[in-house]
């Protein structure tokens, strides 16, 4: 059954106060927020994140948000579309969810479309599957976070014309995210004058990477890591291990602040991009980085930012529409309209739902001891389409493994 602490355990450590249900019962009802989140698997890392800053959000407005008492419910789906259907089941027709942050991953995004657009839940997703806001956008739903491959978009173009890379190969998980965010590398990429020479696709739970690393070509110039959770430090320290020489850059996980600070040396120079780091310098995020690092001893990374940002455009939306919170159609479109500060920058949505905001290169550095995603380049205001025109960029399938065609692999 879908976890129903209202911070009783995460809460209590945090430092929040609860009411007595006496009181509670005197108050007027409060906003029921759901998040689906994964605490268990190779996505565990990033999902165990999304939690801790989303109750640190709240607990530093005493579970407040636009004036409104807000009761959070937490659903785990274990990393599986099945079960994310069955808790957003359970958020929605149990425990009557006013809206939902959430889920993590693009598969369980796309297993819960239809379910969210046919009971009309206002969303507010970390998972970055692309046409939930392209070619089928689910008028439900916003990201404040990117698509799989807005920020590799954005990777891309620094290996082309600033890392001046000719020839590359490219590997990630098998599935939805790694798929779409190899793709929109490979597009610019190549669209800029580069080779994808090879592209490699281990299974999201492969115990080991041993017989890809045997596989990899060593006559190119980088590997691109489209790597989520703790998969990215598996194969970096099994990469290491091998001997081999070529390369590293990575998406918005592959190096992500949660599994950041298990790694040694081998992480140092690395260059990622994401539209988040801890090091950002903006007010907002100075007090965030701090604060999370204090109580966890590590930085936030991209799945924490995920929940803290999009609980800033939901409290932004709710201050908007005020008593009218519980009404999803006002909600909605509140939350379509938002243009707030928050500790990636400012968060701003296109026509269909997704984030246009800064995306950053950050490269591996160490600071007062400690791994950090140093920011050294900012592409501003970077849409979902990159540059391309969105109704051309509409017109071609969504970015798969075999779209856009491999032109230039080698065997």
């Not at 889920?103 to 009971?119: G, M, T, V």
């Not at 929940?307 to 919170?325: Q, R, W």
């Not at 490269?363 to 920011?375: C, I, P, Q, T």
Request: one cysteine or more; glycine letters at 8%; hydrophobic letters at 45%.
């Amino acid at each position: 059954m879908t976890n129903r602490r209202v911070f009783i355990q995460a809460g209590a450590a945090a430092g929040i106060g609860l009411a007595l249900p006496g009181l509670a019962n005197a108050q007027a009802e409060p906003f029921r927020l759901g998040l689906l989140t994964v605490r268990t698997g190779p996505l565990a890392s990033g999902g165990i994140d999304m939690e801790r800053a989303l109750v640190m959000y709240l607990a530093e407005r005493n579970n407040m948000l636009g004036g409104q008492k807000v009761q959070l419910i937490v659903g785990d789906t274990g990393g599986t579309p099945a079960n994310a259907k069955s808790k957003i089941q359970e958020l929605v027709e149990l425990n009557k969810i006013h809206a939902l942050i959430g889920p993590l991953a693009a598969f369980e995004a796309l297993a819960i479309d239809d379910y969210l657009r046919d009971h009309k839940v206002p969303t507010l997703s970390v998972a970055a599957a692309e046409d939930m806001t392209q070619r089928k956008p689910n008028p439900w739903f916003v990201r404040a976070t990117s698509t799989s491959a807005q920020c590799a978009h954005a990777m891309a173009d620094h290996c082309a014309k600033t890392l001046k890379y000719k020839r590359m190969a490219v590997i990630a998980d098998d599935i939805a995210y790694g798929q779409e965010m190899n793709a929109g590398f490979q597009r610019v990429f190549e669209d800029a004058g580069g080779k994808i020479v090879q592209k490699m696709f281990p299974p999201l739970t492969a115990p080991d990477y041993g017989s890809f690393l045997a596989q990899l070509k060593t006559n190119i110039d980088g590997v691109f890591l489209g790597f989520a959770g703790s998969n990215g430090f598996r194969f970096i320290r099994q990469f290491n291990e091998y001997g081999l020489k070529v390369p590293l850059v990575g998406g918005m996980t592959a190096i992500d602040e949660s599994v950041l600070r298990n790694m040694g040396d081998e992480a140092l120079g690395i260059e990622t991009v994401c539209w988040y780091s801890a090091e950002l310098n903006n007010p907002l995020n100075v007090k965030f980085a701090a604060a999370f690092r204090k109580q966890f001893n590590y930085d936030p990374g991209f799945y924490a930012a995920g929940t803290y940002v999009n609980a800033a455009v939901l409290e932004a939306a709710i201050k908007a529409v005020g008593s009218k919170a519980s009404n999803a159609e006002a909600l909605m479109a509140a939350l379509k309209k938002t243009n707030v500060p928050t500790v990636r920058g400012q968060v701003k949505f296109d026509e269909y739902g997704n984030v246009v905001g800064d995306v950053y290169v950050r490269k591996v550095a160490r600071k007062e001891g400690r791994l950090v995603n140093a920011v050294s380049k900012t592409y501003p205001n970077v849409s979902q389409f990159w540059t391309y025109d969105p109704k051309q960029f509409l017109a071609n399938p969504v970015y798969s493994r075999d779209w856009p065609p491999a032109k230039f692999l080698e065997s």
